[in-house]
């Protein structure tokens, strides 16, 4: 086998969703320099999700999830996992080969930013381009609400 030839990996790392929110990029640089320690060119690191955890780890209850994609030696690959398991700050690690996986692959959207695109603002235009807005009704009295959720007094 030889060494010193760069592969490709996925690497899955857990970290508590507080500490996540209140230091950002505090986060990705300690996983970036876990990398980086280890000879690796980072690819991609980004946020994956935000899920509550199937039991608690180190009294959490909730872990964010970060997908790095990275080129490392095969060999130092111990490095970082062992710098995962020293670090009191990353909950979990999972790091797999991705040598199949191409370009288009490593771009895919992540379950955060569907999210994030879900979040941003709906076009409220009906099919004929009239605006939907709170009114009531004539016959009913009852009050319609628009699709943004505004509320129209009667």
Not at 16 to 30: M, R, Y
């Amino acid at each position: 086998m030889e060494t010193g030839v760069k592969k490709l990996y996925e690497g899955m790392f857990l970290i508590d969703s507080a500490e996540a929110t209140k230091d950002w990029d505090g986060v990705i640089e300690l996983i970036s320099k876990t990398l980086t320690k280890a000879d690796a060119e980072i690819v991609s690191i980004r946020k994956w999700d935000e899920r509550p955890l199937a039991y608690t780890i180190s009294r959490c209850n909730r872990g964010t999830y970060i997908l790095a994609y990275f080129k490392a030696d095969g060999q130092k690959i111990h490095e970082v996992e062992r710098d995962v398991q020293l670090s009191e700050r990353i909950m979990r690690a999972l790091i797999l080969r991705a040598d199949h996986l191409t370009e288009a692959d490593i771009a895919k959207e992540t379950p955060a930013t569907r999210v994030e695109k879900q979040s941003q603002p709906v076009d409220t235009t009906t099919r004929t381009g009239e605006s939907v807005s709170g009114e009531t009704s004539p016959l009913d009295g009852q009050v319609k609400t628009s699709m943004t959720g505004d509320i129209a007094a009667p």
